[in-house]
């Protein structure tokens, strides 16, 4: 019982991440993703140079969720 309840603490914050990840939009700036996502699970810069915020996805899911944010830190929606 105490193991299937660590799980399930620990694969929360994925689902919470998918219906968060669908409230983000093209143009809001790093402040506001972060309100709406929390903290990035990493952080990274793609061969453009512009800095991505990568989110972990829910078990089963073939990826995560990553949102760019170019020169002005406007953010992108990366599929």
Known sequence: MIA???MLIKIY?????KLNFELV????SKQEVLKVMGVPDFKYSNIEKDSV???HSPPLASEGFEV???SKNQAYIIK
Do not use: H, R, V
């Open 4 to 6: 299937l309840i660590c």
């Open 13 to 17: 914050p994925t689902f919470q991440n």
């Open 25 to 28: 939009e093209t143009g809001m």
């Open 53 to 55: 915020y990568y989110y």
């Open 68 to 70: 760019g944010f170019n």
